[in-house]
């Protein structure tokens, strides 16, 4: 089992160097060797996970060669083009935890608590407040905001039970993580979508974020009728259990440095990011992982923790890289199909399907369902990601007649309502391992609801937007 591990580790390490090196010096042979380090990597995380555990991954691979089989283009090159089809985002997951490092390094959440007080005193303050907080953390941590933030909730609410209180926990985390993927620059779906379907990086983000502002606004008013039907009065609650936590908090002077600081670490990655991207024009996914290694190295630099550095590496190494082995496999499982299926106009076919029904329905065009093509994918038990590489894999071969960052628009918003709903995927059962409640209530029934209010509310905003341009 070590060695299976031990090759699991080294096949992900190559792989990833060799992504950034042949970015910036092409080698024919060290391509093929990259390659081959993802075969490593699909074979390794098979062994290690098990056949009973790795059946997506697998599942991915197999219709992906079957595919190639039926279509008669079976060959080695074909393997060599599925390996390499997802090198971006395997060297960008490989990468992107590396900023939860930083967050760990001093109790930041805690500071902004404490000097945030006054803006969090009652039920609706506190709500949007956790749901911009989520938005923030989403940056640094991804989905594991998620538990990240909840237990932060639960901390102040911990003496709070039932099912009334879960929703009002549950669904500030949930559908703020959801609309995340709408506009947050290192979330790799979000990066993936726009990439590939060419779209605008500034007109994204911004159409994104005036989206997930709407939504929050939105899930708001649904907090709000949501416990006056439970019959709480979480003002009351809340203004109590603050006034206890802010008698045992650090001195103010500290508490204020932490929060610039944090606002700081923000500022200069997400700045960075575009900086770099601006002037030199260097893909996202490979302007962010060379970005957040360098960042996240110059705060250990100056907070003068080589040590803690090397141990959160070495940590990393050992058990991270173990951890995200599935998710890489599954995106290596997903190139080679997504490689096939290129081959086989399985996309135009698709599209066809979408124009045949739009000519029987004539008010009815493609981005109305799309997002029901990524809902459904979710609900197969797909997460966010996947669904994105295999639906925007496949647009890319195909010219739609719509602004890509409209269709980059219409693909998040099923991948936020696939989050919010599918007990089947990450961030769902991330929620219900920390609250106890199963995944068809902290999806379905928490949020039903307001995923059909939003889907109309973004659909309205899409359909606008055509006319208009």
Known sequence: MNIIAYGLRIATVIYALLHFITYFFTSDI????????????????????????????????????????????????DLYAGFLQMRNIIGLLIIVPMISW?????????????????????????YFAVMVFTQVISYFLLFGAIPMVYQFIN?????????????????????????????????????????????????????????????????????????????????????????????????????????????????????????????????????????????????????????KFMEEAQHYTKEGMLRQSYQLSIMLGAGVLISALNQTGFGTAVVDGVYYLQGHIPFLNFLYLLPFIVILLGFLGLGPLTVMVLVAGILESIALPYPPELIVLAVTSGSVISILLSPLIMPVIVLSASNGLNGFKNGIKFNLGYAIVFYILVQCYIQTMIHIL
Not at 71 to 77: E, K, P, V
Not at 102 to 124: F, N, W
Not at 258 to 285: D, K, P, R, Y
């Open 155 to 307: 901390g102040i609410l911990k003496d709070e039970k039932g099912e009334g209180w879960e929703n009002f926990k549950g669904t500030a985390v949930l559908r703020s993580f959801a609309l995340s993927t709408m506009w947050v620059v290192s979330i790799p779906s979000f990066i993936f979508a726009v990439e590939t379907m060419k779209a605008s990086l500034w007109l994204a983000i911004l159409q994104g974020l005036l989206i997930a502002v709407l939504g929050i606004g939105l899930s708001v008013a649904f907090s709000t009728k949501q416990e006056k039907k439970y019959g709480l009065n979480i003002t009351s609650v809340l203004q109590v259990k603050i006034a206890g936590i802010l008698r045992g908090s650090t001195s103010s002077k500290i508490n204020r440095k932490l929060v610039m600081e944090f606002l700081l670490l923000f500022i200069t990655l997400f700045g960075t990011i575009f900086a770099l991207h601006g002037i030199f024009s260097l893909e996202l996914m490979i302007t962010i992982p060379i970005v957040i290694f360098f960042w996240s190295l110059l705060y250990y630099g100056i907070k003068r923790r080589p040590g």
């Open 102 to 126: 930083v967050l760990r390094g001093e109790p930041y959440m805690e500071a902004i608590l404490s000097q945030a007080h006054h803006a969090i005193d009652t039920s609706k303050k506190f």
């Open 30 to 77: 060290l391509l093929v060797i990259q390659a081959i380090s993802g075969f490593g990597i699909l074979l390794f995380a098979l062994l290690h996970f098990k056949l009973t555990r790795f059946k997506l991954p697998l599942m991915l691979f197999l219709i992906g060669i079957g595919v190639l089989f039926y279509t008669n283009h079976f060959s080695l090159a």
